[in-house]
Nanobody, 116 residues
Framework: QVQLVESGGDLVQAGGSLRLSCAAS????????MGWYRQAPGKEREFVAR???????AYGDSVKGRFSISRDKLMKTVYLQMNSLKPEDAAVYYC??????????WGQGTQVTVTS
């Protein structure tokens, strides 16, 4: 069973930066895609960024140019570098991973709080 553990969430002032990490374990082969979603109170879960095993990346419109996703060579850890944080970036950030032919996996989430 694939397990995802996020870390790095914190309280930061607007304009600041944070780096989130997500460590995956329990896979029998390399994950195909890893990424991040976020959910603020009262809002739907929102796509933030994803990275394919090929290295291709995609970002949600609200974070383009400010956030950057990267991974280690083995596709076991994914990082989300968040710069120029805004109060509206505050949310619980969830790591997401997928293998072809299986349902996606989710982490428990890490809280990001941005003060104005």
């Amino acid at each position: 069973q694939v397990q995802l553990v996020e870390s790095g969430g914190d309280l930061v002032q607007a304009g600041g930066s944070l780096r989130l990490s997500c460590a995956a374990s329990g896979m029998r082969r390399s994950l195909d895609v890893m990424g991040w979603y976020r959910q603020a109170p009262g809002k739907e879960r929102e796509f933030v960024a994803r990275i394919h095993v090929s290295g291709n990346t995609a970002y949600g419109d609200s974070v383009k140019g400010r956030f950057s996703i990267s991974r280690d060579k083995l596709m076991k850890t994914v990082y989300l570098q968040m710069n120029s944080l805004k109060p509206e970036d505050a949310a619980v950030y969830y790591c997401n991973a997928s293998l072809t032919g299986t349902s996606p996996y989710w982490g428990q989430g890490t809280q990001v709080t941005v003060t104005s």
